[in-house]
């Protein structure tokens, strides 16, 4: 069936595999990206696709209203699938104004355009909202994140998309527009902005820098390949009920120093280095303002219901995911020049 997709977001890490994903699998959609191309968002991210006569891309910024108004009058989208948001907890503890601005009211403008221009084919038309499993707060040694968890975000990005959630599911109690939303635990893979703490890594390790582990590098995090994320997408946009909730998560609980220890045994592998040379960069740095101590899903719904299961191993990932980088060295050049050494130098430099 032919459909006409608003895919906000799609040139940062997950909406670009998204964006691939649909535009590869379903030749009868027609996918528009919308991004605003922030220190994030990265054209390059799809240059294999941005030909595709299924494809277009639009610059523009979902806080403006007028424009997503505008927008969705133009276009008559048959769904959004939204991502676009501001996505670094550390850069929402120095600007936290930015996330309320991006994720909140950028999202609510959203839903305003969709509650006006589906109006009278709610049942026909779908808003799915991608969120992340910070809502939920943080777990101490045991435990899991369910679907009805209560939500208790710390940080100001977890706060903002948890606001965001919250509106999505508003509008669906409110007005009945049909939404969906998606939980998901930490993202790995290509195209990964080094900010984050894998692709980050891989970068220092390369370039024998200091691997910065907040405090003892005891956290814990659920780690998931951003494909299996995008797979995830896929069967919860076709296959989800109006209004449902599915939490994706990857059961790959890592301790942050466990996982940095695995990246550098790879690193050395893949660069030929003496086995222990990498690990020697570690550096253990002041830790994180309010920081969660353990993420964990439980995403048996999404695996029951819709029959969704990880399909790669975490260390299967994690080397393909360092193949990538080394193999894309331009990528990784482009996107840590210019603000990028600003933006580390202000973020690491108390240490
Ligand atoms: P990202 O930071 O890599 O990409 C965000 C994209 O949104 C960028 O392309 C950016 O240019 C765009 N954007 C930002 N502000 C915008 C605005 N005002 N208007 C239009 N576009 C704007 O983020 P990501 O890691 O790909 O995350 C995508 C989504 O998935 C987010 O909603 C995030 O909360 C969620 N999520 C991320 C993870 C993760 O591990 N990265 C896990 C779970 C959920
Ligand atoms: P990050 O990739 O920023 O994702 P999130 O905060 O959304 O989970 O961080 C993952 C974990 O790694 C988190 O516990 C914070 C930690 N971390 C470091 O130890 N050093 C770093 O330089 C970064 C960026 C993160």
Redesign the pocket.
């Known amino acids: 069936m032919k459909k006409k997709i608003l895919v906000?977001?799609?040139?940062?890490?997950?909406?670009?595999?998204v964006v691939r994903r649909f535009v590869n699998n379903y030749p009868e959609y027609e996918i528009l990206n919308?991004?605003?191309?922030?220190?994030?968002?990265?054209l390059a991210?799809l240059t294999d696709i941005e030909h595709k006569p299924n494809y277009r891309f639009v610059k523009?910024?979902?806080?403006?209203a007028a424009a997503m108004v505008e927008i969705f009058r133009v276009e008559n989208f048959d769904a959004v699938i939204?991502?676009?948001?501001?996505?670094?907890v550390d850069r929402s503890i120095s600007d936290p104004t930015?996330f309320v601005?991006?994720?909140v009211i950028?999202t609510v403008n959203l839903l305003n355009a969709a509650r006006e221009y589906w109006k009278g084919a709610y049942d026909q038309k779908r808003f799915y909202?991608?969120?992340?499993?910070?809502v939920y707060g943080a777990l101490d040694e045991t435990g899991m994140f369910t679907e009805s968890t209560a939500y208790d975000p710390h940080s100001p990005?977890s706060a903002s998309?948890a606001s965001?959630d919250h509106f999505v599911s508003a509008y669906h109690d409110t007005y009945g527009l049909d939404v969906v939303i998606?939980?998901?635990?930490?993202?790995?893979g290509s195209?990964?902005?080094p900010e984050?703490l894998i692709p980050l890594a891989i970068n220092n390790i390369k370039n024998n820098q200091a691997v910065p582990v907040y405090g003892k590098g005891e956290n814990v995090r659920d780690w998931?390949w951003?494909e299996d994320?995008a797979r995830a997408i896929d069967v919860i946009f076709h296959e989800a009920k109006t209004g449902e909730t599915y939490n994706?998560g990857g059961h790959n609980e890592w301790k942050n120093i466990d996982l940095i220890h695995l990246l550098c045994k790879i690193m050395d592998k893949k660069l030929g280095r003496e086995m222990g040379t990498s690990a020697q960069l570690i550096t253990f740095v002041t830790d994180r303002a309010g920081h969660d101590l353990r993420y964990a899903i439980d995403s048996s719904k999404l695996q029951n219901k819709l029959n969704w299961v990880p399909s790669l191993q975490f260390e299967e990932g994690l080397e393909k995911t360092v193949d990538w980088y080394l193999e894309n060295e331009e990528w990784l050049r482009n996107v840590t020049s210019g603000n990028y050494q600003t933006y580390y130098n202000k973020q690491y430099s108390s240490n």
């Open positions: 906000t977001g799609g040139a940062g890490f997950i909406g670009s595999h919308l991004d605003k191309l922030t220190y994030a968002g990265n991210n523009a910024d979902i806080t403006d939204h991502l676009a948001a501001e996505s670094h930015a601005m991006t994720n950028g909202h991608v969120s992340t499993d910070e990005y998309k965001s998606s939980n998901c635990s930490n993202n790995y195209h990964h902005f984050k998931l951003v994320h994706i």
